[in-house]
């Protein structure tokens, strides 16, 4: 007797019950397509569930364009710095390495700023947009954030990142004395200067949000199902998923929004997308902690403090380590030791440490488009450190792909092509 088949076929799936793919999920499904979304742990579960809660919209300048090529020998030398390479990892990571070096190139940095500048705007009037849609408005603080130097050299490197967001109507103003006491009291005095961005955004908690706008999606027929995904096949027509238990999908559209897997099975369709992964660490702390105003940029140590509606969060940096290596929590802690120097009364005990996996491109840009070989798939991965700030846009910019209709932006500069 032979095998019963075992094959389901769907309209769209969605690999990747992140942030990305519940967004993408959200448009889709209010466009009235039947969409399934597949993850193997569940919705909001892994990377997008512990980020620092931000809605950086004006975070548009690239990585290789903000100092890291000047501060990389300096925090290299630093194994629990802002940025640590393990150096049995090197080898591997090298490629990408010396693609981010061109990306910091000065004829790549108009492209690179005009097409990030352009996707944080509609970012910003997206997620304004859908957090109307979804009532989870009352989820976000519009309180600014801060970013702080401790020495005018310092201070003096970051204006022409401040200069270049002029460009684009960028609000901010810097203060130091009074004003940058009143805006985080009980600061420690060694900053002496500060920049105040009033339009800068944070959420209630990236996880509640998370599994609030799925709640949404799943009002407008959504539906998940927790797998593992084996393998993906496709052509132009449709696609083919092999699930780790056996089972068999074929659907007509595929949305590839795995995070820091995503270029695994890519590499099934023949693309070859150089993405690694930034490991970020954090601690999140009960809410009396500390009375943090607002989000708290620590730019020459690679970490921020963000007030969550019931607790505080002390984290960032970057482990340049894949995907396979061990967590190295002694890196929360130094973060954590950093913060209780930098906020003198902060409370440090009953913090909870976690590491989450941001999916980077060497050039800062997110792959969204078509794959080269099956244009059923789209690739809507690599937004690296921004994930959350840029949801809501790729959402809009996947369901206007799937659709045939006018994208909002120039994908040129996204797309999965460029490498």
Known sequence: MSEPDRTENLDVAI???????????AFLAEAGRDVTVFDRTGICEETSSGNAAAFAFSDVLPLAQKGMMRNLPKWLADPLGPLAIPPTYLPRLAPW?????RAGAPEKYDTALSAQAGMMKLAEAEWLALMERSATRSMLHEDGSLELYESEPEFQASLSGWAARDR????????????LTDLQPGLSPRFIKGTFVPGWKTVDDPKLLGKALWAYAETKGAKFEQANIASVAANDAEAVLELANG???????????????SHLLARNLHDNIPLETERGYNTTLPKGAFDVKRQLIFSGHG???TPLAEALRVGGAVELGGIERAPNYARAKA?????????????SEGGREWMGYRPSLPDSLPV??????????????GHGHLGLTQAAATG????????GQASAVDLTPFSPSRF
């Open 396 to 403: 809009r910019l996947v369901r206007d792909l799937l659709l």
């Open 335 to 347: 973060l954590l030791a950093k913060a209780k120097q930098f906020l003198p009364g902060l409370n």
């Open 97 to 101: 390495l010396w693609r981010f070096w």
């Open 247 to 261: 089972t068999r999908k074929r659907v007509r559209h595929l949305v590839i929004a795995a995070g820091a897997w």
């Open 368 to 381: 969204i488009g078509k794959a080269p070989n099956a244009r059923c798939v789209t690739y809507a991965f």
């Open 303 to 305: 970490f921020v403090i």
């Open 15 to 25: 690999i990747g019950g992140g942030i990305i793919g519940i967004c993408v999920a």
């Open 168 to 179: 684009f109507g960028i609000g901010y103003r810097h203060v130091e004395g009074q004003e």
